[in-house]
């Protein structure tokens, strides 16, 4: 762990309380209203005997910093802070993580006496649904990540810390592939063209936001391969188009529901000192959506 999660760990337990006496937590968002963040958290806390309160906040854009400001004048120990203010809690943040500071993006804060550490906990989250989780081992693997925002930019060294034998990122915009990719630094990692992507990869990391116009980025169907797990970070009660995609030319596919799970967990950790267990939490959730109940 970084020498900044180390510091992130160092004082979880001080007893402010919010007015209920339960430690308030919040998720930052614009919109906020469909997050699952809430649900997750309560049955994280359930589960480990937390005392704590979780509420789901809208905020202006533009407002991200006064935001955050109430919440901590009114109590707030922590928060997870979602599209599009990932890139504010940064800039907001006195103290970074290492991994926050790789992925240029912070989506968990923690507050101590006024400080305001700044973490990213989504790289993980996406480690260890494909490890733990789908029981995929990344080491030694062609791994191809699809798209250079911030979402692809946050996965990039943590995958990189699993050693796979390639990392290739691709983006429909090759020159912010470049720019991501320069950023680091590993023999492993290559970038390519869309369009001049060859042969099957063991895994594919759909990070673009494509889904979120039911699109898929234009790519050979020649990546994948009947080994291949095609993973989507987007989830919903239907694969997404990417995913069917995949599908449709024999690849495993994942959504990225259990990512979402996981960077929870991890964000739970910072904040109370305590990795929740995931797997039913995962479980319900997913009935939850299925069933359209969400
Ligand atoms: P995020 O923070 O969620 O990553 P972002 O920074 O806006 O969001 O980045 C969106 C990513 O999705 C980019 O890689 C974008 O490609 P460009 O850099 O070329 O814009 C990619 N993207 C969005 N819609 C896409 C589509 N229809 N096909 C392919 N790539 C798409």
């Known amino acids: 762990m ?10 979880p337990g001080s007893n402010r309380t919010g007015p209920s006496g339960a430690h308030r937590y919040a998720v930052f968002g614009n919109p ?8 997750i958290h309560a049955q994280f806390a359930a589960q480990t005997g937390q005392s704590i309160s979780y509420e789901k906040l809208f905020v202006p854009l533009g407002g991200f910093a006064a935001a955050v400001a109430e919440f901590m004048a009114g109590g707030g120990r922590g928060a997870n802070v979602t599209v599009p203010f990932k890139l504010d809690a940064y800039a907001l943040a006195n103290h970074l993580s290492m991994r926050a500071a790789a992925a240029g993006a ?10 305001i550490f700044g973490d990213n906990t989504d790289g993980i989250g996406l480690v260890t649904d494909l490890t733990a989780n ?9 791994i191809l990540l699809l798209g250079a925002g911030g979402a692809a930019q946050g996965v990039v060294l943590p995958l990189l ?3 796979p034998a390639q990392l290739v990122i691709a983006n429909r915009t090759q020159s912010k592939a470049k720019e991501v990719a320069a950023r680091f630094t590993s023999d492993a990692l290559g970038v390519c ?14 990070a673009t936001a494509a889904s979120l116009e039911n699109a898929v980025p234009v790519i050979p ?18 694969p997404t188009a990417f ?5 449709g030319h024999g690849a495993t596919v994942r959504d990225g529901l259990g990512m979402l799970v996981e960077q929870a967990a991890e964000a739970f950790l910072v904040w109370r000192g305590v990795r929740p267990a995931t797997a039913e939490v995962l479980a319900v959730l997913r009935s939850t959506i299925a069933g359209g109940t969400a």
Request: proline share 3%; glycine share 10%; charged share 25%.
């Open 221 to 238: 169907a020649s990546v994948f391969g009947a080994d291949t797990l095609a993973y989507d970070m987007m989830y919903g009660p239907e």
């Open 32 to 39: 906020i209203a469909h997050s699952r963040s809430p649900a």
């Open 2 to 11: 970084s020498a900044g999660s180390q510091e992130l760990s160092e004082s």
């Open 243 to 247: 995913m069917r995609l995949a599908a």
């Open 134 to 142: 789908a029981g995929v081992v990344l080491r030694g693997k062609r």
């Open 193 to 206: 063209a869309l369009e001049a992507l060859d042969g099957a990869f063991d895994v594919v990391v759909n």
């Open 106 to 115: 912070v989506n968990t804060l923690r507050f101590d006496d006024g400080r």
């Open 161 to 163: 810390d699993q050693q």
